[in-house]
């Protein structure tokens, strides 16, 4: 397996565009994570999956962002519309039956908003 | 919810030196703290995890120790090297909801000076 792979690797956009992250997590694993990495916040849970289901999104910071899940391979992060503050590096993760095993984390997504 | 405090927050030591990072939580029905290690540039991965059941644990040049009365789990680095280098998190599994969800620290920048 290749890992949890996310793509942009890099995205540079302008202030009030629509932003689309993607992840696909290693396969089998039923737990996915978006985190959302800044110097000042440190690593921060945004929103986790399980069985594609949504469990707890309250560390989404505003309504401007949305996640999904449509299946077991594929999840998206949204921002719509983007601000200068949303930039950060936002990693997705994913780990085996439960939470308290070993996440597995893609190699991120560093957003810019300008 | 859960909140995990970690100190210091950068640390120097010198090659060959020991390395000692400490962390406390506050839910007393956490019960998994793992530690991850973020090199420069590159995703956090897990270097070793702890379950409330197991007073210490080691692997090699690293250890952590959980102290479940007092909340507070650390992890040791000895005979450290220049690529032991990196920032280093702590987690806590926060139990509040029926489902887990890992919370991290704020992360401790180490510098090994060669």
């Known amino acids: 397996d290749a890992g949890v792979i996310q793509s942009p690797r890099h995205e540079v956009t302008e202030m009030g565009q629509e932003v689309t992250l993607r992840c696909k997590p290693i396969?089998?694993?039923?737990?996915l994570f978006w985190y959302r990495q800044t110097m000042m916040r440190g690593l921060e849970l945004l929103i986790y999956?399980?069985?594609?289901?949504?469990?707890?999104d309250s560390g989404m910071p505003e309504d401007r962002f949305s996640a999904k899940m449509p299946n077991a391979s594929f999840s998206t992060l949204k921002i719509q519309p983007s601000e200068p503050r949303d930039s950060a590096v936002y990693f997705c993760?994913?780990?085996?039956?439960?939470?308290?095993?070993?996440?597995?984390f893609g190699q991120g997504t560093r957003l810019t908003v300008v | 919810g859960e909140n995990v405090e970690q100190h210091p927050s950068t640390l120097s030591v010198q090659e060959g030196d020991s390395a000692v990072i400490k962390c406390t939580y506050s839910?007393?029905?956490?019960?998994?703290f793992p530690w991850y290690k973020q090199e420069l540039g590159k995703r956090p991965q897990l270097i070793i995890d702890?379950?409330?059941?197991?007073g210490e644990k080691k692997d090699q040049r690293i250890a952590v120790t959980l102290n479940k009365t007092a909340k507070h789990f650390s992890l040791h680095i000895t005979e450290t090297q220049p690529e032991d280098s990196a920032v280093y998190f702590c987690?806590?599994?926060?139990?509040?909801?029926?489902?887990?969800?890992?919370?991290f620290g704020p992360g401790t920048s180490l510098s090994v000076i060669p």
């Open positions: 993760a994913s780990s085996l039956y439960r939470v308290n095993t070993e996440a597995f």
């Open positions: 396969s089998g694993h039923d737990y």
């Open positions: 999956f399980n069985n594609n289901v949504p469990i707890d």
């Open positions: 839910d007393s029905a956490s019960n998994y």
């Open positions: 702890i379950r409330s059941n197991v």
């Open positions: 987690a806590a599994i926060n139990k509040e909801t029926s489902y887990d969800k890992v919370i």
